[in-house]
């Protein structure tokens, strides 16, 4: 059996494995609830694993690449204790027509043996882009996304990056790479910079994500003991509230140790034992 997690973690070190200022948010709030001594490496090129203007692909999904990150730093730091995030962008998996931001956050803990993961996802994201070819289109472009409190990037096309201007943050510098690019291409692509350190409404999900993270960290496995104690799965088939049948809602949560494995299923977690006919496929087919 574990000791308890404020044992576990007190006064250890522990690496943040980013390269855009992640530090600002995960470090007070993990320093103050978890009892760590945070730190980053100078020189660590998080961009190795993908970049959000495109130079650089990322070549695994999100939940891989986050644990490729964090062990590269943590390797790095000689450190058995590292977190690390990864953001992306784009329609909501649910509302498909609203953009998101889909933040995962993992911590893993190898002297315990522990890789405990959270998802974030948010609407509140200025994510966008255009093609601009005249100032008029530029300044609403970049007052729609609230710039210049949120970067931009310009370059010649999409996926085009031979030309690129990163981490835009005042109208000088926007005004001096419009008279640039529409001179050498007459349009040319824009589009928001989403790296964190550019990004105050990502760096809130950022944080968002954090505190659920240590909510997780402080839920312990009931048998075990064990960090992280959490939900795994879910299954679908709450009632319909008419005709009593299954719908695609959600029915239970399965809470599970990664530690012991002991798992058990919360009904109802959303405080319903029913759904609404609307949902149902049979009543509203």
Same mark, same amino acid.
Request: charge should be positive; hydrophobic fraction near 35%; proline fraction near 2%.
């Given at each position: 059996m574990l000791k308890h997690?404020? +044992?576990?973690?007190?006064?250890?070190?522990? !690496?943040? @494995?980013?390269?855009?200022?992640? $530090?600002? !948010?995960?470090?007070?709030?993990? $320093?103050?609830?978890?009892? !760590? *001594? =945070?730190?980053?490496?100078?020189?660590?090129? *998080?961009?190795?694993?993908?970049?959000?203007?495109? %130079?650089? %692909?990322? +070549?695994?999904?999100?939940? +891989?690449? !986050?644990?490729?990150? =964090?062990?590269? @730093?943590?390797?790095? @730091?000689? =450190?058995?204790?590292?977190? @690390? *995030? %990864?953001? *992306?962008f784009g329609p909501h998996p649910a509302l498909f027509f609203i953009p998101a931001d889909d933040e995962i956050l993992m911590l893993i803990d190898k002297k315990n043996n522990l890789e405990i993961v959270v998802r974030e996802i948010s609407t509140d994201t200025n994510f966008n882009s255009q093609f601009v070819e005249n100032k008029i289109r530029l300044r609403e472009f970049a007052e729609k996304i609230k710039f210049p409190s949120h970067g931009l990037i310009a370059k010649k096309s999409q996926n085009d990056f031979t030309d690129i201007e990163k981490g835009i943050m005042t109208w000088d510098r926007l005004f001096n790479v419009f008279d640039y690019f529409s001179t050498k291409y007459n349009s040319f692509y824009l589009e928001t910079d989403m790296r964190a350190m550019y990004n105050p409404t990502r760096m809130k999900v950022i944080e968002k994500a954090v505190i659920k993270l240590t909510e997780k960290i402080n839920c312990l496995c009931p048998k075990c003991q064990a960090p992280g104690f959490g939900v795994t799965n879910y299954k679908k088939g709450l009632p319909c509230e008419t005709c009593k049948f299954p719908t695609n809602s959600t029915l239970s949560f399965i809470h599970k140790c990664q530690k012991c494995n002991y798992k058990i299923e919360q009904k109802y977690p959303h405080g319903k034992k029913s759904e609404d006919p609307m949902f149902c496929d049979r009543c509203n087919p």
């Open positions: 997690t404020k +044992n576990i973690f007190d006064k250890r070190r522990l !690496v943040i @494995a980013t390269k855009h200022q992640k $530090e600002k !948010v995960i470090l007070p709030l993990l $320093e103050k609830r978890m009892g !760590v *001594s =945070c730190f980053i490496l100078d020189d660590f090129d *998080s961009d190795q694993f993908g970049t959000f203007s495109g %130079e650089i %692909e990322r +070549n695994s999904d999100p939940l +891989n690449t !986050v644990r490729s990150k =964090c062990l590269k @730093a943590m390797k790095l @730091a000689g =450190c058995d204790l590292g977190i @690390a *995030s %990864e953001g *992306s």
